[in-house]
């Protein structure tokens, strides 16, 4: 229990697939204008990892190393053909607003990665916490990027005015220099709160007195 635990959590937090090894980056930016995205695209992702290293995991010592790549590939479109027809089926306006990038699953460097240096290598005892570590580390991450630029760029959340109409919007939050701008400021929370836990809470003083 204590290694899926271990597992997972790195996912989470020490190898956030976008806060810290930062692949995966375009799709992240693009659907991050709604926090019904972020979620959306999150949870995709995390089903098409989860299945994916699944089935790889459990046929890794049966695929010949020279056809492993378009194997992986083939398993990947499989899974994402399956989420992309059940958005479109039960949530088609959601499907609708994150248009291309759902089929784009299939090339996305955080699934192509875990697959290939993770699952091919490892038992499904121990890909079940990779994946759902690694999806729901990168749901979080974006859900938090699209909440803070749904709230500013709109004074919504899901759709659901809280700031009152008095508020004026600014749309710098809804550009993709936006996006860029609030993934910054994850990625420096990160660092800022990494840092105080590897010092236990100290700020350093860089050896002034």
């Known amino acids: 229990m204590k290694r899926f635990f271990r597992i997972f959590a790195n996912g989470l937090i020490k190898e956030n697939p976008l806060l810290v090894l930062m692949i995966g980056l375009c799709s992240s930016l693009a659907v991050t ?3 019904a995205n972020g979620i959306g695209m999150g949870l995709s992702m995390t089903f098409v990892l989860l299945m994916s290293e699944v089935v790889i995991s459990l046929f890794r010592k049966l695929i010949p190393g020279p056809v492993r790549i378009p194997v992986f590939i083939i398993i990947i479109a499989s899974f994402t053909t399956v989420i992309d027809y059940v958005l479109k ?6 499907s609708k607003a994150m248009g291309v ?10 699934i192509m990665g875990r697959v290939e240096s993770f699952a091919s290598k490892q038992p499904v005892r121990d890909v079940i916490p ?10 979080w ?3 938090g990027i699209a ?11 899901l759709g659901n005015y809280i ?3 008095n508020f004026q919007p ?3 939050f809804v550009m993709p220099s936006g996006g860029f701008f609030v993934f910054a400021l994850f990625i420096s929370l990160n660092m800022v709160l990494k840092s105080r836990f590897r010092t236990g809470g100290k700020v350093s003083t860089g050896g002034a007195v």
């Open 33 to 35: 204008t709604a926090t």
């Open 89 to 94: 089926a039960y949530f088609p306006e959601l």
């Open 101 to 110: 990038f759902i089929p784009l699953i299939v090339v996305n460097c955080i």
């Open 130 to 139: 990779d994946a759902l570590g690694m999806g729901l580390g990168y749901t």
């Open 141 to 143: 991450v974006l859900t």
């Open 147 to 157: 909440l803070v630029r749904e709230i500013l760029g709109s004074g919504s959340v």
């Open 163 to 165: 700031l009152g109409e």
């Open 170 to 172: 600014i749309l710098f």
